[in-house]
């Protein structure tokens, strides 16, 4: 019996005689459906299962590890793109910055603090966090200083964003994509509930400050985890520290504060959570019980401006 007989057809090509078999499912296959393996050939759908089934590389915390720093790009390019909003309509800053509680006349005018006789027609209302807007514990983390307007003006965003470029990349390296994004945005938060429990509850305040010197902690954590040299790291958080004090004196203070506690501790979360099955499910757990302090931290306080009542 000659081979012309006794061959059979690919199970992809059937107009393709063939006499190879896959070493994994045993059906033939023709030259351009092989797929080398350690032994012998493969089809090219024993080889996609095989590559789902594969372990998957993990970051330090338990992440899926990037090449591409995908989220630091993305808050790098809205934060450019908001600032270049507000540029155009200064009166998004009024509108989404950090205020805990002012009174404004009908017309959106701010009145003196403590103003309870306000004369001219209408009643006056309470804006900021106080008066329902909550989403300004977040955006405002989004928004920096007019080029024209403060201490810092364009040097403000300048500095944040150097600074996220830098160490962002880093630690969302380290952390994956989306235990950095978590950790971004609760640095804010927690920077807003800081601001809003400490601060004059009356000041508006922009700036992702909170939210980058929650990305220093963590950087600072997470090397000391990888045991890096403690000289240069501890360095690190000295310099981070020094800025802290030094920038109290014109900047929130409260803001950067609060940050730094925010994203230190859920760096110490992600870096020291147990190794195992449970790894995940701790993190998580941390990250919730970090939004439910802040929440009801900035509960208690909106309901002692607001004498009892919690907007929603």
């Not at 600074?163 to 978590?182: K, T």
């Not at 501790?265 to 195992?276: E, K, N, S, V």
């Not at 499910?281 to 919730?288: M, P, R, S």
């Not at 208690?300 to 009542?309: A, F, I, N, P, R």
Request: aromatic content about 8%.
């Amino acid at each position: 019996m000659d081979s012309e007989s006794t061959a059979t057809t690919c199970y992809r090509h059937p107009a393709v005689a063939c006499q190879v078999r896959c070493t994994h499912c045993e059906r033939y296959i023709c030259p351009d459906c092989m797929r080398e393996a350690p032994v012998g050939h493969q089809c090219p759908e024993c080889v996609k299962e095989g590559a789902r089934s594969a372990r998957q590389a993990r970051t330090l915390v338990g992440g899926r590890i990037s090449a591409t720093p995908v989220v630091t790009y993305a808050l790098f390019g809205i934060t450019v793109l908001a600032y270049l909003a507000e540029l155009v309509r200064p009166g998004l800053v009024d509108r989404f910055a950090m205020v805990g509680s002012r009174l404004v006349g009908p017309d959106g005018t701010p009145l003196p603090s403590g103003d309870g006789l306000f004369l001219g027609s209408g009643a006056p209302r309470v804006e900021g966090v106080a008066g329902g807007e909550w989403e300004r514990m977040l955006t405002s983390a989004f928004l920096h200083q007019s080029p024209f307007e403060g201490t810092f003006g364009l040097v403000h965003i300048a500095l944040n964003m150097v600074v996220l470029w830098q160490l962002g990349q880093v630690v969302e390296l380290m952390l994956g994509r989306v235990r950095f994004a978590v950790l971004y945005l609760l640095s804010a938060l927690g920077g807003s509930v800081l601001e809003l429990v400490l601060a004059d509850p009356g000041h508006a305040s922009v700036g992702a400050s909170g939210a980058v010197f929650g990305v220093g902690a963590a950087y600072y954590v997470l090397h000391r985890r990888l045991g890096a040299e403690k000289g240069r790291v501890n360095r690190f958080m000295a310099a981070l520290l020094l800025w802290l004090v030094v920038s109290a004196w014109f900047t929130s203070w409260q803001g950067h504060l609060g940050g730094l506690l925010v994203g230190g501790a859920l760096a110490l979360a992600y870096a020291y959570a147990p190794r195992d099955g449970r790894r995940v499910a701790v993190q998580a757990g941390a990250g919730a019980g970090l939004v439910l302090l802040l929440a009801v931290t900035a509960a208690v306080k909106v309901s002692e401006l607001t004498g009892g009542s919690v907007p929603l």
